[in-house]
């Protein structure tokens, strides 16, 4: 008795614990941090939410899809991060402490197609064709589906390419 006790409990607990529901910004980027965390593309995020967070209000936390592009640059040690969907987008860069938003586009205009179009064999040619020039830097791209406050993530990793070719 004492046994189904125990198990009982520990399933209540670790059902609670697993059903985090993403109702705003915050508890959009920390569910997308820990549910990456063991990840090979791991969000990397170290702001305060609180300032990233509040800028995401355009995002349906009931049904939605999120993209999101993410490069450290090598040699500087900044962050730029694009956070999008259908409705608006925030983007910015960071180094050290400093966070700094922008209107303008961080990436090339083909990242933000290549990763809404979510065609992984045509962005690893890329990356093949156009990049692994020294210094590239590392990329990280997420397609976040939002379900009724849970997230289905899906991530690929990739370093930095450029090609003129590509803006047409």
Avoid: H
């Amino acid at each position: 008795m004492k046994s189904i006790t125990v198990i009982i409990a520990f399933l209540i607990i670790s059902c609670s614990a697993s059903k985090v529901l993403v109702k705003d910004g915050d508890t959009f980027l920390n569910t997308l941090k820990s549910q990456t965390k063991k990840e090979k593309c791991s969000f990397v995020y170290n702001e305060d939410t609180s300032l990233i967070g509040k800028r995401l209000d355009f995002l349906d936390y009931e049904n939605d899809t999120v993209y999101l592009i993410q490069e450290y640059n090598i040699q500087t040690g900044e962050f730029y991060v694009s956070i999008w969907s259908d409705k608006s987008q925030v983007e910015y860069k960071k180094n050290g402490q400093k966070v700094q938003f922008t209107e303008d586009s961080i990436f090339p205009k083909y990242y933000y197609s290549l990763i809404r179009g979510w065609d992984i064999e045509k962005i690893k040619k890329y990356e093949n064709q156009y990049g692994g020039n020294f210094g590239a830097n590392p990329v990280k791209a997420y397609k976040i589906r939002i379900d009724k406050g849970k997230l289905e993530v899906n991530c690929i990793s990739f370093s930095s390419f450029f090609s003129p070719d590509l803006e047409n």
